[in-house]
């Protein structure tokens, strides 16, 4: 199974493309990820990318393209997630190739239905422990000490440079003008389905489980 989670930043792909590592054993493939690794690491790509992801634009095709294509060779038999990958219509056809020579092609799309307004609150305001990566919001789930991990304990967290309020609405600008029209492409081959992506969590959980179910 190679999926796609669809939907503008902060409808939360990472989220859910982590619950399902956990539950079906699959393997998440995140292009932000693999930048923000890039960029911490300082490798060619990361200082290529650092000024266009401070600015909420998009990173070239042939640049995430090509990361998306070294892990698919590390995947072996497990499902992909991919998640923030494709954004443009070039990604999805560079997908489509990149999967159809390794024998693997697309089972599902799953966009993930949000209301913008409430995305720049979401984004705003989240971070996450800098010890074990645990997610975490300012008002909707602050750790229950305040300044102490939940998970690990540890009171170091950080937050991404791009999530703030000027760079949220470039993120989305973007996403309207060149993720979103990918969509009639994958519906055309039946691929798409919808899920809430405000309702709770677990309830999108359960939401995507069901559509993988069937
Ligand atoms: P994300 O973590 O998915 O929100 O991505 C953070 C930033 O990384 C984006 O705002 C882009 O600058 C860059 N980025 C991530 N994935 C892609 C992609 N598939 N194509 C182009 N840029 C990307």
Redesign the pocket.
Same mark, same amino acid.
């Given at each position: 199974m190679d999926i796609i989670l669809l939907g503008p930043?902060?409808a939360g792909?990472?989220t859910q493309a982590a619950r399902l590592e956990t539950s079906r054993g699959m393997v998440q493939l #995140? $292009?932000?990820? !693999? +930048?923000?690794a890039a960029v911490k690491a300082g490798s060619p790509v990361g200082l290529q990318?650092k000024a266009? !992801?401070?600015? &909420? =634009? +998009?990173?070239?095709?042939a640049?995430? #393209?090509a990361l998306?294509g070294e892990r698919l060779d590390q995947l072996g038999d497990s499902g992909a997630i991919f998640? &923030?990958?494709? *954004? $443009?219509a070039a990604?999805a056809d560079a997908l489509d190739l990149l999967l159809e020579h390794r024998g693997r092609s697309l089972t599902h799309v799953i966009e993930l239905v949000v209301d913008e307004d409430a995305l720049v609150e979401r984004i705003v305001g989240r971070f996450t422990c800098g010890n074990c990566g645990a997610g975490y919001h300012d008002r909707f789930k602050p750790p229950v000490v305040a300044e102490v991990c939940d998970v690990c304990g540890a009171s170091a967290f950080k937050r *991404?440079p791009?999530d703030n309020e000027d $760079?949220v609405r $470039?993120?989305m600008i =973007?996403y309207r003008a060149k993720t979103a029209p990918i969509l009639p492409l994958y519906e055309a081959r039946g691929l798409v389905s919808r899920v809430d992506g405000m309702a709770e969590m677990d309830v999108v959980s359960a939401a995507i489980e069901a559509i993988l179910a069937r």
């Open positions: 930043p902060g792909k990472g #995140s $292009t932000g990820d !693999m +930048l923000r990318a266009v !992801m401070d600015a &909420g =634009e +998009l990173v070239s095709d640049i995430v #393209s998306i998640d &923030g990958y494709p *954004r $443009t990604q *991404r791009d $760079t $470039t993120r =973007e």
